[in-house]
């Protein structure tokens, strides 16, 4: 299985990005995704997740703001970021755990992306 993130980037507060999570080995329409987010020095934190039947969940830092959303037949996770803020700036990372539903325990997540940068500057 591999999950390999892009999209990332720098921008400015207010702004909006898209990342994408494209997998192999593993089919998103039968498990749980979602995005996760880490600073330096901090534990990872669950952002926002989806479920096989696509029932979504977000974290209340990202609600109103962040969409994730998936295409089953692309094999692929996004997640549509807007109005970010300098406090949105973290490596985001997309995982897949082998279940339908999901939580935002990480340790729950067996699949990882590699990552992928956001900078938010103010």
């Known amino acids: 299985v591999q999950l390999l993130e892009s999209g990332g980037g720098s921008v400015q507060a207010g702004g909006s990005l898209r990342l994408s999570c494209a997998a192999s080995?593993?089919?998103?329409?039968?498990?749980?995704v979602g995005w996760f987010r880490q600073v330096p020095g901090k534990s990872r934190e669950g952002v926002a997740t989806?479920?096989?039947?696509?029932?979504?969940a977000y974290a209340d830092s990202v609600k109103g703001r962040f969409t994730i959303s998936k295409d089953n037949a692309k094999n692929t996770l996004y997640l549509q970021m807007n109005s970010l803020k300098p406090e949105d700036t973290a490596m985001y990372y997309c995982?897949?755990?082998?279940?339908?539903?999901?939580?935002?325990?990480?340790?729950?997540?067996?699949?990882w992306g590699q990552g992928t940068q956001v900078t938010v500057s103010s």
């Open positions: 995982a897949a755990r082998t279940y339908s539903g999901c939580l935002f325990d990480e340790s729950r997540y067996t699949y």
């Open positions: 080995g593993l089919a998103y329409s039968n498990y749980c």
């Open positions: 989806i479920g096989a039947y696509g029932f979504t």
